[in-house]
């Protein structure tokens, strides 16, 4: 069966500081992956996804970066965070291209002070 | 550009009523509509989802129904239980699965809880 794993589970960060999150699946090969973030009482906003190894697609301009350095590995990352960048975030998968089931992993609460 | 309104965003509901969630899509090429239950300090997990070509869907105590004239969807619960309270999310895919990948337009939430 698949698995998807993401850490750490919280992170503290101060305002400038560099940020790394990772995201792993298991259990299948090529899926597009996708990372979302979810400010406090709200939805769900896309931020990357990936279709394949070194393929990154942003959704949205904003101080975030996205990696895809192996092909079940999604990374992502800020060289200097923002207050604004507080939130949880979310890492999904999904099987390439023959179903559009997402699945998402347990995530990874940022407050940035 | 493409949007999901979902209503309402908090529904309270004594054990054992039922609950309904409404969604409305404005995508017309959407084809797929999820939904996922969110608990506390966890990440969304799917518990239904409903293809473009069926209108009704149940899986026990859970059940979607999908109308694409009116771009509605929506989730019913039955006989709720105090564990089904939550933040319920419904989706609808956009994009193109030639290109071998679909995204999401996700609504913005109905936080539920069931009184015991």
Not at chain 1, 34 to 52: C, H, I, K, P, T
Not at chain 1, 64 to 93: E, H, M, N, T, V
């Amino acid at each position: 069966s698949q698995t998807i794993h993401q850490w750490p589970a919280t992170l503290v960060q101060p305002v400038g500081s560099p940020l790394s999150l990772e995201c792993t699946v298991e259990g299948t090969s090529n899926p597009n992956l996708y990372w979302y973030r979810q400010a406090a009482g709200r939805g769900l906003q896309l931020l990357f996804y990936s279709v394949g190894i070194g393929q990154i697609s942003s959704e949205v301009p904003q101080n975030l970066s996205a990696s895809r350095p192996q092909d079940r590995q999604f990374i992502l990352s800020s060289k200097k965070l923002l207050l604004s960048d507080s939130g949880f975030y979310l890492c999904a998968w999904s099987v390439w291209g023959r179903r559009e089931t997402q699945y998402f992993g347990p995530g990874t609460r940022l407050l940035v002070l | 550009g493409e949007n999901v309104e979902q209503h309402p965003s908090t529904l309270s509901v004594q054990e054992g009523d039922s609950a309904v969630i409404k969604c409305t899509y404005s995508d017309s090429a959407s084809n797929y509509f999820p939904w996922y239950k969110q608990e506390l300090g966890k990440g969304p997990q799917l518990i239904i989802d409903i293809r473009s070509n069926v209108g009704e869907k149940k899986d026990q105590r859970i059940a979607v129904t999908l109308n694409k004239t009116a771009k509605h969807f929506s989730l019913h619960i039955t006989e709720t239980q105090p564990e089904d309270s939550a933040v319920y999310f419904c989706a609808a895919s956009i994009g193109s699965g030639t290109s071998g990948t679909y995204k999401y337009i996700f609504g913005t939430g109905t936080r539920l809880k069931v009184l015991a």
